[in-house]
Each structure stands twice: as structure tokens, then as C-alpha cells.
């Protein structure tokens, strides 16, 4: 494209519904240099106006979030999930080994939530359902007894069993697995 005092190049992505949304722009622009007088010394000290560019690299902030909002429809992918993974241990004395996770998911840069109000447990994890946290884990005696994590799926509402290594190495994979 071109803007009236340079050659640009627009990026342009497109939503959920199919709508064009203009986000990054790269702009060079020769006007204000001129206009302000702006030069610097070159080789063998001679004068030299400079070119101006313009970046917005995602266009506007809130607009680019919307966008991805839409897209996911709320289902962030674990690399951007607000909170990644919920903690939900069935009793108080399920609370320590949720503690000593969390520590472990800090370790790993993992966002997390302990889900320990005095609620239901159908209410807890209901409650991380509805906040489309990718990774809900539910813990209790068994799980505490032989240091293993009942992992329940978001999407199918699936549980299934996997020892703290194995957990803790799925967490990293899926933080670090960027897709779109």
C-alpha cells in the first residue's frame, strides 16, 4: 500500500467469521524528516536526511486480543491460557500436595490455581471448566498416597492418570508447543 508520505505494508488478519482486520503496520516515511529537518553526518562528513519508520506491530493492543479471543472462542491454547492449569484437591488434607505441585509448576513458569474454597468439588471444578482452563487436575487420597495426578480434559471431560513426571513433562510440552 502506499500512505502519503511513504510505501507501507499492512498486515492483515482474518477472525473467526471471516472478517479482515488490518493489525501491523510498517511505514516508511520521508515527510517528517523533511519537514523537521532532520539530518546526520555521513562519510566524509556530508550531510544525509534520514528515513523515518513507523512499526505498530500488532495494530492496536485490545484489537489484536479481541481478534484472538474470537478465535479461540475463550480456549486458549495452554501457551497463553491465563491460567493454565487448576488445582482442584478434593479435601483440606489433599492442600498440601497441591501446594507442593504448584511449587513445581512455578518452577516450570506454568500459571496455576489452587481451587480450595470451601465449595463442592463438582462446584470447583465446574468452576475451572467454565473459566476454559486447559489442564484441570483433581486430587485426592489416592493420587496423594502414590504422588500421581488425575488429569481431567477440558474439551472430551475425560480423566486419566499420570505419575508427577509425567505430568509435570506434559505441562512443559504443551507450554511450550505454539500453534495457531
Known sequence: GGAFYGPKIDIKITDAIGREWQCGTIQLDFNLPARFELEYNGEENAKIQPVM?????????????????????GEFPMFIAPTQVAIVPIAPSHEAYARDLADKLIDLGADFEIFDKNESLNKRIRTAEKGRVPMIIVLGDEEVNNKTIAVRDRRSREQYNLSEEEFLALVKQKINEVHF
Open 53 to 73: 519508520i513507523h512499526r505498530a506491530i500488532l495494530g492496536s493492543f485490545e484489537r489484536f486480543v479481541g481478534i484472538l479471543t474470537e478465535h479461540y472462542a
